[in-house]
C-alpha cells in the first residue's frame, strides 16, 4: 500500500463546496480530454466537483495561444522525429502554447465551478499554483511564484506548468507537476513559450516522494486552499459515470 497523507493546512475553513479526487494513473490524453468534457458537463448541471490525478503517456498539446500556428513556433523537432519517440501532439482547448507530458509528471485536472468556489479566473489560477507550493514546502522545496511568467519555479527551473479553460463558469484543465520525466523530451518544445529558461523535477532537485504521499499532500492543499469537502474516490467509479466498463473506455 502506498503511503497517503491526508489532511489540511493548520488554518481551518468551513467547506463550501462538494468534490471528490482520485488517481487514474496513465491516461492516454485524448481519452482524458474525453472524460473531462463529460464531467465538465455534470459540474455545469449543478453536480459535485471532480479533482483527476493522472500520467500522460508522451504527448505534446498546443494551448489556443498556438490556434493557427499548428505548433510551428513552438515545435522544435520534426513530425518523423517525434513519431520515432513516441510522441503524440494533440491541439488542446487550454490558454498558454506548448506543454509536453508524460510519464513522470503528475497532471491534475480540476473540474470545478468557480461559482460554486466564488472565485475569478486570475484568482482561481493563483490558488493552484500556491497550493503547489504548500504541498512541496512540506516535502522541503524551495518554490515559488515568478512575477514574469505562470507556473511553479524553483532557483533550478520551472517545475509546474498550469494552463486552465473556462465555460460557462466551470474550469477544466489544470496543473502538471514535473515528478521524473524525461526532462530531455522537454527540448523538443519551447516550454510554454519560454526559451531561455530550464525546466527541473523533483528527482532532478534530490526529491523522490512516494506517488501516494505526494497525491495526498495535493489533495490536502487544495481541499483548504478552495474550500472544498473533498474525498477520495476509487477510478472506476469515475469511469463509471460515462455508463460502459472501465475497460470499454
Known sequence: MTERIWKRTKVEVEPIYQAVWTDLGLVEYRRA???????????????????????????????YSLKGDEG?????????????????????DRGGKATYHGPGQIVCYPVLSLRELRLGIKRYVGKLQELMIAALSELGVD??????????WTAQGKLAAV?????????THGFALNVDPDLAMFGHIVPCGISDRPVTSLARLGVRPDRGKLLGLLAGHMATALRLDLTETAPESIWSLLGGTVEEK
Request: charged share 15%.
Open 33 to 63: 480530454q474525453g472524460l473531462m468534457s463529460a464531467l465538465a458537463a455534470r459540474v455545469a448541471a449543478g453536480g459535485p466537483g471532480y479533482i483527476l490525478f493522472l500520467e500522460h503517456t508522451p504527448t505534446i498539446t498546443l494551448g
Open 163 to 171: 494552463g486552465i479553460r473556462v465555460i460557462d463558469r466551470v474550469a
Open 143 to 152: 518554490a515559488d511564484l515568478d512575477p514574469l511568467f505562470p507556473g511553479v
Open 72 to 92: 510551428r513556433s513552438a515545435i522544435r523537432s520534426t513530425p518523423a522525429v517525434l513519431a520515432a519517440a513516441g510522441v503524440d501532439v494533440v491541439p488542446v
